[in-house]
Nanobody, 118 residues
């Protein structure tokens, strides 16, 4: 099995920044076969949506609503993916979930709350 542990959520004022981290651990074979790592979010009453994703090949993909404000990066040596969130807006308030795909399987983190409010 693979475990994803997220951290870095919290309360921030509009215009502020947060950095989320997601560390993968567990089955070594699956970790070495990671094909993508990324972030989704779910606001109350809304469906879970893609925020940003980085694959083993190609450039990262971002939701239009976060382009230019959020940056996803991955440290392969640490099996960790990060989401740097700048210029945060109240509409960014949601539970943020880390997702990893590996060897045909999909894993989710437990979620971390991000609240943007004055």
């Amino acid at each position: 099995q693979v475990q994803l542990v997220e951290s870095g959520g919290g309360l921030v004022q509009p215009g502020g920044s947060l950095r989320l981290s997601c560390a993968a651990s567990g089955n070594i074979f699956n970790i070495n076969a990671i094909s993508s790592m990324g972030w989704f979010r779910q606001a109350p009453g809304k469906q879970r949506e893609l925020v940003a994703i980085i694959t083993s090949v190609g450039a990262p993909n971002y939701a239009d609503s976060v382009k230019g404000r959020f940056t996803v990066t991955r440290d392969s040596a640490k099996n960790t993916v990060y989401l740097q969130m700048n210029s945060l807006k109240p509409e960014d308030t949601a539970v943020y979930y880390c997702r990893m795909t590996s060897a045909g399987l999909t894993y989710w983190g437990q979620g971390t709350q991000v609240t943007v409010s004055s």
